[in-house]
């Protein structure tokens, strides 16, 4: 049997609580956009929902980092999306405008339309992919950054545990009925997450301390969708909280 030889660029970052951790994402973000405007003129950027990320948005709002970034050169895209109103409390995009967007001077942010029919609205995504990255053929987007999370149960943006979209190899984007959540839900696929440049996890919480366990060990077979991001050119990067690390 032939074995595969890949290696993973991958660190991880305990701090004592959210605020922490959002200052530590924060700093790794700017130097990300940073490099990206330097070489490409733009730093594309994908979004996850969820309580997680409120903290790194709202530190990103505040006066002292809002005056950090090129806001201007940023593109802004979404990794998952619930199929619900803009204005809902459950829409990605949604939370990220009450807390971010709507404070900082961003021009470019391409939401996932959750709010239309999810099968016109994957498809309509995957447009607006290949004409923002100038895509061809089976080309796949190049993210600079990829903000993440996970789920007790594993999974990531919307990909769950023994959902079809483990399987996706072409798509870019699909939809799916979440029988768990008994919701429609858009997300990107494994293979665009994989060809991001960094891919970026938080976690915090207790509850997370058992399926961090799992996913960080890089030697099992990865069988959760969290731990099958592992990207094929670019750095892993997990920042979590001491609760989720110990468990306590």
């Not at 809002?66 to 809902?88: M, N, Q, Y």
């Not at 029919?117 to 447009?127: G, K, T």
């Not at 077979?221 to 979590?240: C, E, F, S, Y």
Request: aromatic share 8%; with cysteine; charged share 25%.
């Amino acid at each position: 049997m032939q074995l595969l030889s890949r290696s993973i660029h991958l660190s991880l970052h305990i701090h004592k609580d959210p605020a922490a951790m959002a200052e530590r994402a924060a700093h790794i973000l700017a130097a990300a956009c940073e490099e990206a405007v330097a070489e490409r003129g733009v730093f594309r950027i994908a979004l996850s929902g969820g309580h997680t990320p409120v903290p790194l948005f709202r530190l990103l709002a505040a006066s002292d980092w809002a005056d950090r970034l090129p806001w201007g050169k940023i593109s802004f895209f979404w990794v998952d999306e619930r199929c619900v109103d803009t204005d809902h409390p459950d829409s990605n995009y949604g939370l990220a405008r009450r807390e971010l967007l709507s404070h900082v001077p961003a021009t470019h942010f391409f939401r996932m339309r959750g709010d239309e029919d999810p099968v016109e609205a994957a498809i309509h995504y995957e447009q607006v992919l290949r004409t923002e990255f100038n895509l061809s053929g089976t080309e796949l987007p190049r993210f600079d950054f990829m903000l993440l999370g996970i789920g007790d149960d594993g999974h990531t943006g919307s990909i769950f545990p023994n959902s079809p979209a483990l399987a996706e190899k072409k798509r870019l984007v699909i939809d799916q009925y979440v029988p768990e959540r008994k919701t429609d839900r858009l997300t990107l696929t494994l293979p665009v997450i994989n060809n991001s440049r960094c891919c970026m996890f938080l976690a915090t919480g207790g509850e997370k301390h058992a399926v961090l366990s799992n996913v960080l060990n890089l030697l099992s077979a990865p069988k959760l969708p969290a731990q099958m991001v592992r990207p094929t050119g670019g750095d892993l990067i997990w920042i979590v909280d001491e609760a989720a690390a110990t468990g306590q």
